[in-house]
């Protein structure tokens, strides 16, 4: 037999993190009855079924939610999932479905064919009697708030909704719904202007900005004076724009070929997080972050060498975010770190307890921050003649 000194038994255990879909559906809706028995595989009152197919889904989901469905998949670049849950056609729970839909892998919500009427946006009193509900888009807007402030991990969503046709006041955005979780869609479209744009959100990775991205729909220009209602005025140099939350669908003169662009990439609370990608950006980079970390917890051990593993995780992440020019810059500290780094006989009372209860406790504060390279939205362009 022949000697060997070291013998080796290699094992790979490599660790592939979690990764989190940027661009699934929910649309929640009515179906129209049909004139025969329904098929077999129509589904019931809030189960979920799932859709790839624009046929499928007319076949399936006749009526509102089955248009809102193909609609969304029949934007190039669209979904390649949308969820579809029905509510009753004579009683539609709309709070019953959003709660179903709370528990699904999805990070956009719509309610098909339900403009921002008085009706659709009322605010709902518990003490009135007898008690009222809110309507379905305030309900739609509490819903992707509280599922992504509590909800599970990777759960983080936002809500799309439209104005009514032709409207171009976006003075209806306040309250509960002026919230950079939700979008909003002015338009001239007879068709759901809010499924359309949904589809065309999900596309797109989270850190590309929605601005003038084709939308595969049929809606006639708004005016200047109509767009300059929704938008407010823009103050080149001397001062931010006047953003009221509300985007709207656009045939620029300056593209050929007379097709349906997203006018503007805003959140509905342009004084929060301004635009659509950036919250669905900070979302994306949260679940990566979490996915990545998660391995580590109950097997790196608060030394120099552990948290220096934690940095080389986080920094495995925003590096090449960094290289592709999403991120201009990141910083990644770890304060309990330049205490360990120090000799324990240097330390203060009070900075030696802060290791003490880091050790006890078990608990290490991590703090990063990242510079988000923002798109161009607008220019100024001086042309000058001599």
């Known amino acids: 037999m022949t000697v060997r000194y070291i013998r080796q038994n290699l094992v790979a255990n490599q660790f592939a993190p979690a990764v989190r879909a940027f661009g699934n559906i929910a649309v929640i809706g009515k179906i129209a009855p049909p004139a025969q028995s329904p098929p077999a595989d129509l589904a019931a009152v809030n189960t979920p079924v799932d859709f790839t197919d624009p046929a499928e889904a007319l076949r399936r989901a ?22 579809g849950v029905r509510v009753s056609e004579t009683s539609p729970n709309f709070q019953a479905a959003l709660d179903v839909v709370a528990g699904l892998d999805v990070q956009l919500v ?19 009697t007898p008690p009222t509900s809110d309507g379905p888009v305030v309900a739609l807007a509490k819903h992707v708030v509280s599922v992504s402030e509590t909800g599970a991990d990777g759960r983080q969503r936002i809500g799309v909704a439209m104005l009514p046709k032709d409207s171009a006041d976006p003075s209806v955005v306040s309250g509960a719904l002026s919230t ?42 708004f005016t200047q004076a109509q767009i300059e209602a929704i938008n407010g005025s823009e103050n080149f140099g001397s001062g931010p724009a006047a953003k009221n939350g509300v985007n709207w ?32 950006y900070i979302d994306g980079l949260s679940f ?12 790196v051990r ?83 003649f001599n």
């Open 302 to 384: 608060i030394t120099r060498a552990g948290l220096r593993a934690l940095i080389a995780q986080i920094e495995a992440i925003l590096g090449p975010q960094q290289q592709a020019d999403i991120l201009t810059s990141f910083e990644v500290s770890v304060p309990l770190l330049a205490l360990l780094d120090r000799d324990p006989a240097t330390l203060t009372a009070a900075e030696a307890q802060r290791v003490h209860d880091a050790e006890t406790q078990r608990l290490v504060q991590i703090l990063v921050a990242v510079n988000y390279a923002g798109q161009v939205h607008r220019m100024s362009l001086t042309v000058t």
């Open 62 to 83: 006749p009526g509102d939610l089955g248009q809102a469905i193909a609609l969304a998949l029949t934007q190039s670049p669209g979904p390649s999932l949308v969820t």
């Open 180 to 221: 950079d979780r939700m979008v909003y869609i002015a338009h001239r479209s007879t068709q759901d202007a809010a499924a359309a744009v949904a589809g065309t959100i999900a596309g797109y990775e989270p850190h590309v900005t929605l601005l003038l991205k084709q939308v595969a729909i049929t809606s006639p220009s």
């Open 249 to 280: 669908l656009a045939s620029p003169a300056l593209i050929p070929g007379n097709a349906v662009y997203l006018g503007e990439g805003y959140t509905g609370n342009p004084g929060g997080i301004t635009y659509i990608d950036a919250r669905r």
């Open 288 to 299: 990566q972050l979490n996915a990545r970390l998660i391995r580590s917890i109950g097997n």
């Open 110 to 128: 719509v309610l098909a064919n339900t403009p921002m009427t008085a009706a659709n946006t009322a605010v709902g009193n518990p003490n009135a």
